[in-house]
């Protein structure tokens, strides 16, 4: 793991694979660090082909941290978005898309194939619309274009993301009873639920960093980044969208939603499969980044 000054901030990014293989960036999703892109999983990429980078967003990990911000108020931030204004909050996704232009021009990569997941798939939408020239192919897991009129996430889960955090210091126990309720309640039904590996990736995140405020302050960007639906129609690089079928967090609306706003785009549903990557469908992820990767270079 390095470290290395990009838009402004300090982003911790790690690099697997030959320098001179096609670039495939990894972005994570809403306040988790680059270690869910589990060494194994990048490791099947780099068998591809591909040098394969991985970050840790503002806010999470080893990159800089928003500390001078408080957590914003959510019952506030929600009222002030349903009367049509806009709050102020410490950043957007634009900025974190920046960031990942800032790794990129820090590295000297000129181009990179951009794959997402749940948050960092709404980031490297961004990056495909507004980045064209940077990014030679996107890959959106489970994602959504900020359509208002897309289904919402069940009160209970909404209710298990935004309650009041355990303190892992003091209440390792309950928080890890917390954490992995919460991962079985996003999981799909088509593999079974790994607790072992969800208990140690969840240990080793806490002990990389541990800011529930960071994970507030990446939700309101989130909230204030809005409908990219017209963003998301000017996208020409060939794009995948993948979705579990059984997503509860994100519903498959969502995916179905994404892949129609974007020209051209296909469209990947799993059966079984929830907000999540199960090490059992990793070569199936591969499979399919690394056909889009391959389209780019075929176009």
């Given amino acids: 793991m390095k470290t290395l000054k990009a838009n402004g901030i300090e982003l ?3 690099s697997q694979g030959d320098a001179s ?65 806009r709050p ?7 900025d974190m898309a920046h960031d990942a232009i800032g790794l990129l021009n820090a590295l000297s990569i000129k181009r990179a194939h951009v794959v997402g997941r749940s948050m960092g798939g709404m980031i490297a939408q961004i990056l495909a619309s507004d980045h064209a020239k940077r990014v030679l ?18 009160p209970d889960i909404m209710a298990m993301m935004t309650r009041p955090a355990i303190d892992p210091f003091s209440d390792e126990a309950g928080f890890l009873a917390h954490s992995l309720a919460f ?8 593999h079974p639920f790994d607790e072992e590996s969800h208990r140690t990736l969840i240990l080793q995140e806490v002990r990389r960093a541990y800011d ?36 509860p967090l994100l519903l498959p609306a969502c995916g179905e939603d994404t892949a129609s706003s974007i020209p051209n785009a296909e469209f990947l549903l799993i059966d079984g499969m ?18 889009t990767a391959r389209r780019a270079l075929h176009a």
């Fill in 212 to 247: 529930p405020d960071g994970v507030g302050r990446q939700l309101a960007a989130i909230a204030v980044t809005g409908d990219r639906r017209a963003r998301l129609a000017t996208i020409k690089a060939p794009t995948l969208v993948v979705h579990g079928a059984e997503d």
């Fill in 12 to 14: 911790a990014y790690d």
């Fill in 183 to 190: 991962a079985r309640r996003i999981a799909g039904s088509g």
């Fill in 137 to 154: 192919s996107l890959t959106s897991i489970m994602s959504c274009t900020g359509n208002p009129a897309l289904p919402q996430t069940s």
């Fill in 274 to 291: 929830g907000h999540e990557l199960p090490a059992p469908l990793y070569r199936t992820f591969v499979d399919a980044i690394d056909r």
């Fill in 88 to 94: 102020d909050v410490p950043y957007t996704l634009h």
């Fill in 21 to 85: 293989d096609d670039v495939i960036l990894l972005i994570s999703g809403f306040g988790t660090q680059m270690i869910r892109w589990t060494d194994t999983f990048c490791q099947t990429l780099v068998a591809r082909g591909y040098r394969v980078i991985r970050f840790d967003n503002r806010d999470t990990g080893y990159s800089t941290h928003f500390v001078r911000h408080a957590a914003p108020n959510f019952d506030s931030l929600a009222a002030m978005l349903m009367a049509g204004q």
